[in-house]
Nanobody
Framework: QVQLVESGGGLVQPGGSLRLSCAAS????????MAWYRQAPGKQRELVAG???????NYADFVKGRFTISSDNAQNTVYLQMNSLKPEDTAVYYC?????????WGQGTQVTVSS
C-alpha cells in the first residue's frame, strides 16, 4: 500500500549538516504519522523525530535544537534537516509511516559523522 524511499545519507564531519528525505507513495488515507528513527551498532532503534499530516512535530531530547522535521504533503515527502552533527549521531536512519492502520518502514540510509 505504501512504499518509502529514503535518501540523503552520507559521510559528514562533526558540526556539519545533512538533509534526509523520505518519499512515500500516494495513499488513499488522509491521516498519517511519519517519523525518523535511527539505529547505531549494538543499540536499539530509537525515535528521532515525528510529524503528523497536520504538521504537528515531536523530537527526541538529544536532537532538539539541532534537527528539524518537515513535510511536503503535495509530494508525500518528509525531510529531516540535521545540523551540528555529532559522532554519536552516526547510525542507520529509517523512515516510518503509520497510516490506514498499518506501519511501513523504509530500507534505511547510513549517516556517518566522523573526522
Amino acid at each position: 500500500q505504501v512504499q518509502l524511499v529514503e535518501s540523503g545519507g552520507g559521510l559528514v564531519q562533526p558540526g556539519g549538516s545533512l538533509r534526509l528525505s523520505c518519499a512515500a507513495s500516494r495513499s488513499i488515507f488522509s491521516f498519517y504519522y511519519m517519523a525518523w528513527y535511527r539505529q547505531a551498532p549494538g543499540k536499539q532503534r530509537e525515535l528521532v523525530a515525528g510529524i503528523t499530516d497536520r504538521g504537528i512535530t515531536n523530537y527526541a531530547d538529544f536532537v532538539k535544537g539541532r534537527f528539524t522535521i518537515s513535510s511536503d504533503n503535495a509530494q508525500n515527502t518528509v525531510y529531516l534537516q540535521m545540523n551540528s552533527l555529532k559522532p554519536e549521531d552516526t547510525a542507520v536512519y529509517y523512515c516510518k509511516r503509520v497510516s490506514g492502520g498499518r506501519t511501513y518502514w523504509g530500507q534505511g540510509t547510513q549517516v556517518t559523522v566522523s573526522s
